[in-house]
């Protein structure tokens, strides 16, 4: 859960800097509006990491995955 809403978070505030609307983050993301609206509603529960991860990519956001015992 902590990977997915940091992914979120990241991609919320991303959209949000960009000044992007709903529809004009939609089509630069590959979703739909609607889907873009979930995201920024904060529904965990519709979002796999893979989806967060593609989304992030076609924003052009740059992740740092790392494992620490």
Known sequence: M??????M??????????GWTQ???AR???VSQPRISDLMRGKINL???DALVGMSG???IKLDI???P
Do not use: D, H, N, P
């Open 58 to 60: 076609l924003a052009g």
């Open 9 to 18: 978070y990241q991609l919320e505030t991303y959209i949000k800097a960009q």
């Open 47 to 49: 979002f796999s990491i």
């Open 66 to 68: 790392r494992f620490a």
């Open 28 to 30: 630069r993301l590959g």
């Open 23 to 25: 529809a004009v983050a």
């Open 2 to 7: 902590k990977v997915l809403s940091s992914l």
